[in-house]
Every structure is written in C-alpha cells, then in structure tokens.
C-alpha cells in the first residue's frame, strides 16, 4: 500500500516537487481573489441599483421614530421614476389578485424570487407594486374606530353630501383603484354624492382607456383629465369646480378608507367653519400592511416649514382623553386628507393657483384658515390609511427644490409677517427667489379676508412652538473652551444625547438655539436641551422640570442646580463632546457665552 507522502514523492521529486506547491499555491491565491471581486463588484452593482432594498423593514424615518413621534411626511428627492424599467413595464397594469393576499389589512409577504421583482418595480411608485397588484382592490380592512367612537350615533337623513376629490399623477392603477373602491364599499351611499377622479396629466397608458372602462363600470365616478400637468393644486381646484356635493373630501390617489370614516367629517365639516381631517393611519409602503398609527399627534412644521407631526400640547391631550370622539385643533393638516364645505373653501380663496407640483400648500391653507377665522382639526373617529413614502416618485419639471422654495416662499411671503424674515433670512436659497412671486392676489386676499397676524397664529393657535418671538432670547450659546449648543446635522430623532456642535457661520441653523423666559433652550425640530441620567439629551419640548435652565451669569444652571458643562474629551475645540450637568465648580468648561443673534 502506497502512503500518502509516498506516492506525493512518486509523482515529483526535488525542485519539480517544489514547482507544483508553488503553482497549487498561485491557483488557490488566484481563486480566493477572484471570489472577492466578484462579491465585490455584486455588492457595487447591488448598491447602485437599490435604492431602498437593502431592508424590507418598515422605514421608521418616514413616519414614527422610537419614541413613537416625529414623522417625516415631506420626501423632497425627486424620484428615479421607474429608473432602467422599459416602456412596457411601465406602461402596463399587473392587477392580478391572490385570494386572500392582503385581507383584512394583513402584510403581504413576498417569496426571496418575488423580491427579486418586487425590488426592481418599487422605484416605479416608491411602494411596493408589486404587492398592491396581489392584493383585491376591495379588500377587507378591519374597523379601526375606538369603541368610543363606534358609539356616536350620526342622524345620517341631516348630514351634509361629500363629493369625493382624489387627485392623480402616474399612479399605479391597483393602487388608485383600491382608494376608489374602499370609499364606494365603506361611505353611506346616501351621503357620497360623487367621486370625482382627476388626472393631472399622467404618461403611463393603463391610466388611459383602461381606467375609463373600469370607472365607466361604477356608479357615481368620473374622470376629469388636466390637460397640462399643474400640480396638485390645479388638479384638485380642476376637481372642485366640478363639485356638486356640500363637502368637498380630498383623498390621495394611495389611500383606503375604514368603516365609519365619512360620518364624522361630514358632521364637522357641516356644522362649523373647519377643516376636518381624519386619522391618517399607515399603509406599509412594503407590505401594505394597515397599520395604526400613534393616538396623539398634530401637524406642525420646523424652521425649515418641513411639515411635522408632534405632539400636541398638554392642554390638547388631556380634553382629547376626556372625550376621546370629539375632533381637536391642530395648528397644520398634512395636506392629502381632508374636508372642507365647499362654500367654506371657496369663501377662503379655495387654494394658491400659483404653486405647481407639490408641496407647501398644505401649510399655506392651514395658515389661511386659522389666520382668516376658521379652524384645522383632526377627527380620531374617522381613520384612513395612507401610504407615507420617503421619496417621491415622479418628476418635478425644474427640479424639487426649484418647485418646492418657489411654493414655500409664497406661502411665507403671504402668511408668516416677521417670520417670513426669519424664513428668509436663515434659507438664503429661498430668499433669492421670494422677488419672483407675484403673490399680489394672494396678499389682497388676506386683506379682504381681514385675517389675523402670524404672531397672533403663533401665540394662539400654537403656543408651545418652537420659534423666536422678540419675547425670546435668540442667538448661539458658546462654551468658553469652544463648541456651541446646537443640534447635530442630521440629528433628527428625539432624545439623541446632546453635544457640542460646530459654531459654523452666521446663519447655521444648527448652532442657533431659542432661550425662553420660562428657561428652555430650544432648537430646531421642536427640540429642547433635558438633562438625562447622566447625559444631556434632545427631547421633544415638553413640560418637564428637567428642560428648565437657569442663566446664572456666565452659567446655566438646572432646578437641581448643577451647571451645564461640556465634558472635553478631544483636544479640539469642544466639537462633538458631550454636554452634561455637573456639580458648579470654577471651570471654563462651565462657562458660555451668549451671543444674542437678531432673529429677523
Ligand atoms: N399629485 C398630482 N400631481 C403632481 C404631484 C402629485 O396630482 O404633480 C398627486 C399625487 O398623485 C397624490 C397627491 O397629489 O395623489 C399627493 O402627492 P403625494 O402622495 O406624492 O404626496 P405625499 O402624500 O407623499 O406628501
Ligand atoms: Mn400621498
């Protein structure tokens, strides 16, 4: 018997011996670095092509963060619009339904192969086609109302009549059509007056022909076409024209509407001059889940007027746990969802013909209606699922941020009085552009209207914002070892431990910080600085004793009376150390000054 070695030794001897090693070597060297450029260049090819898929999780940015709070409504990326998908793909309508895919509200959840498609379709609409074409148009959906809710009676002979306005642009036609449908099967038919679908000039064929053969089927649709793509102002003014029923309801084109939904808006909206929103509850842009979204929130914005939701005010939860039925104010709406009378819209200048595509109009028709004497509120008895998604899919002619600081300058321009000088003077981009608005019309509105002041807006509607007031200290808290009290960019999510920023230039939004007689220091995103376990942290402002800072000459001070200091753990100049408060000693670390920056 041969051994091993032996017959290695039989085969080559000496330097031969040696040779072979080194060539068996050179091919398993060889080998090993072909797999990693081959992982590598899948990884690259992989990234350049997903924009999204690396998870399948829900996108927690795009609505709720940890705490449950601080949702992200606005998406300004433009999107890639089916990106390398051919004309064909995009063109056509997949409906196919699978029995019971997506009933009651249920995810649907996709085979590893399905993924495979599902992933390359998604930038089509920035949600997941593919699974909204296996789910039936009129699915079932579970009723979301609280039991409180379920027993307010509507006497349904004496409610006003809605005509529903849902607007489009190249949406998918599953989608579209499953809105359609959850508000035929879920509204009283005696109350849905007409459903009127407007097209803002979308491209994609299915939504052609092909939805005129399917409305044609339904009683009480229609379809009205844009000739020329306006936005979804124009679009929805172009539907509302055409109304016929006493309550104009607005609906996104991706929506479904629960048992019970119209009821209480119609009851709202016809008793008083409101704009009545419903709930708006998830629909998973992956899955299509329908999913609740959190109780207590309302609709405000930042700095920036990027829409957010916050929490309301302590005095707005306590009535809303008192009568959990009762609608209750919120000082912005998220803009897609939501009725209106129509006598009332008109009245108040219906909506500002001069902002095209996408964006600022929702904040631009809830400053109107506080300012000029009606009311925004929200109904938790009234719920609907909407797909939030994080970035939009279709094209913005000029470009997003073109589209959306010429929509947002003229709201500010109009509506915000001294704050539109904070507006412009902190976004210098937008500033440049605010000469090109003529918003003449708009402004005389305002006047015929005799609507109240911003500050008064403020003050009243939302006393616990965020913004400077003359009656704020308003500038940059500078450590005396360098470093300014400020958020770090990017550092949206509540109670991300605070430190020490770059004190950056003169109109750093980052660095500049509201103090408040009652002793807040407030930044941007309605964030104020709280003193943690140890750490200090960004929480949502709230009326916590630990959001209390006493300016004791060069100190701040909390109620406990220790000094905020900032804890150098780098050489430099303080940037990205952590802030804390310590026990008072003389150190410059505990020492800040207040450079007072004129706010407008
Ligand atoms: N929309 C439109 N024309 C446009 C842009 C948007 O008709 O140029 C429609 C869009 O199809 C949707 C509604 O306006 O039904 C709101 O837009 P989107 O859902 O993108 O906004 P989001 O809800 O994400 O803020
Ligand atoms: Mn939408």
């Known amino acids: 018997m041969l051994l091993r070695n032996d017959y290695w030794s039989l085969l080559c001897r000496g330097r031969k011996k040696k ?28 990234k350049e092509k997903e924009p999204w898929y690396s998870s399948l999780h829900f996108d927690k940015n ?10 992200i409504v606005g998406h300004y990326v433009g999107g890639t619009n089916g990106g390398n998908l051919s004309e064909d793909i995009i063109n056509s309508n997949n409906y196919a339904p699978v029995a019971g895919a997506g009933e009651f509200g249920r995810p649907v959840q996709l085979s590893q192969r399905e993924l495979i498609t599902a992933r390359e379709l998604y930038s089509l609409h920035s949600y997941n086609i593919f699974v909204s074409d296996k789910i039936a148009i009129n699915r079932s959906l579970p009723d979301m109302r609280s039991d409180r809710c379920k027993e307010v009676v509507f006497d349904i002979d004496n409610l006003p009549t809605a005509t529903v306005i849902i607007v489009f642009h190249n949406e998918a036609w599953s989608t579209l059509m499953r809105t359609v449908m959850s508000v035929l099967m879920r509204s009283p038919p005696k109350l ?14 299915y939504l052609h022909a092909e939805l005129d053969e399917a409305v044609a089927k339904l009683d009480k ?19 509302a024209r055409k109304a016929t029923g006493d309550v104009l309801v607005f609906l996104d084109a991706h929506c479904e509407v629960t048992k019970g939904w119209l009821e209480p808006l119609l009851d709202r909206a016809g008793n008083d001059d409101v704009f009545i929103c419903p709930h708006i509850d998830l629909l998973s842009a992956d899955t299509l889940a329908y999913t609740k ?6 609709g405000a914005f930042s700095w920036r007027l990027h829409f957010r939701w916050l929490i309301p005010s302590t005095e707005v939860l306590k009535k809303k746990s008192e009568n959990p039925s009762k609608p209750y104010p919120t000082p912005a709406m998220a803009g897609g969802l939501f009725a209106v009378r129509k006598s009332l819209f008109w009245r108040l200048g219906g909506y500002d013909e001069g902002m095209t595509i996408w964006g600022a109009e929702n904040l631009e028709l809830s400053w109107r209606a506080w300012q000029c004497g009606a009311r925004v509120e929200i109904t938790s008895c009234s719920r609907v699922g909407h797909i939030f998604r994080s970035h939009s899919p279709y094209k913005y002619p000029g470009g997003v941020t ?13 509506w915000m009085d001294e704050w539109a000088d904070f507006f412009f003077k902190f976004n210098p981009d937008i500033a440049l552009i605010r000469d090109q608005q003529s918003v003449g019309d708009r402004v005389e509105l305002r006047r015929n209207l005799k609507c109240k002041s911003f500050g008064w807006y403020l003050s009243t509607v939302w006393p616990q914002h965020f913004f400077p007031t003359d009656q704020r200290w308003f500038g940059r808290i500078k450590n005396d070892k360098g470093g300014c009290i400020g958020l770090m960019p990017g550092a949206v999510g509540m109670g991300t431990p605070a430190s020490a920023v770059d004190c950056g230039g003169t109109l750093t939004l980052e660095s500049l910080v509201v103090f408040t007689p009652e002793g807040k220091v407030m930044a941007d995103e309605g964030l104020c600085l709280q003193q943690g376990n ?6 949502s402002c709230s009326d916590s004793s630990k959001q209390i800072w006493v300016q004791k000459g060069p100190r701040l001070k909390t109620q406990s009376g220790l000094c905020l200091t900032l804890v150098v753990t780098k050489d430099s100049r303080g940037v990205g150390d952590p802030l804390t408060a310590k026990r008072c000693v003389t150190d410059n670390k505990q020492i800040w000054h207040f450079n007072r920056v004129p706010w407008r």
Do not use: C
Request: aromatic residues 8%; positive net charge.
């Open 19 to 46: 040779i072979v090693a080194l060539i068996v070597i050179l091919i398993f060297l060889l080998n090993g670095l072909f797999y990693v450029s081959l992982e590598l260049y899948n990884t690259v090819k992989r």
């Open 62 to 71: 795009s609505y709720v963060d940890e705490t449950g709070m601080r949702v």
């Open 192 to 205: 849905l007056q007409q459903i009127i679908l407007v097209d803002d000039a979308s491209e994609r064929r």
């Open 221 to 239: 649709v229609q379809v009205l076409r844009n000739p020329v793509r306006t936005g979804l102002v124009g679009a929805r003014l172009m539907g």
């Open 293 to 298: 979204s959190i109780d207590a929130h309302w």
């Open 402 to 414: 073109k589209v959306l600081h010429a929509n947002l300058a003229r709201a500010a321009t109009v």
């Open 534 to 539: 140890g750490r200090a942290l960004w929480k």
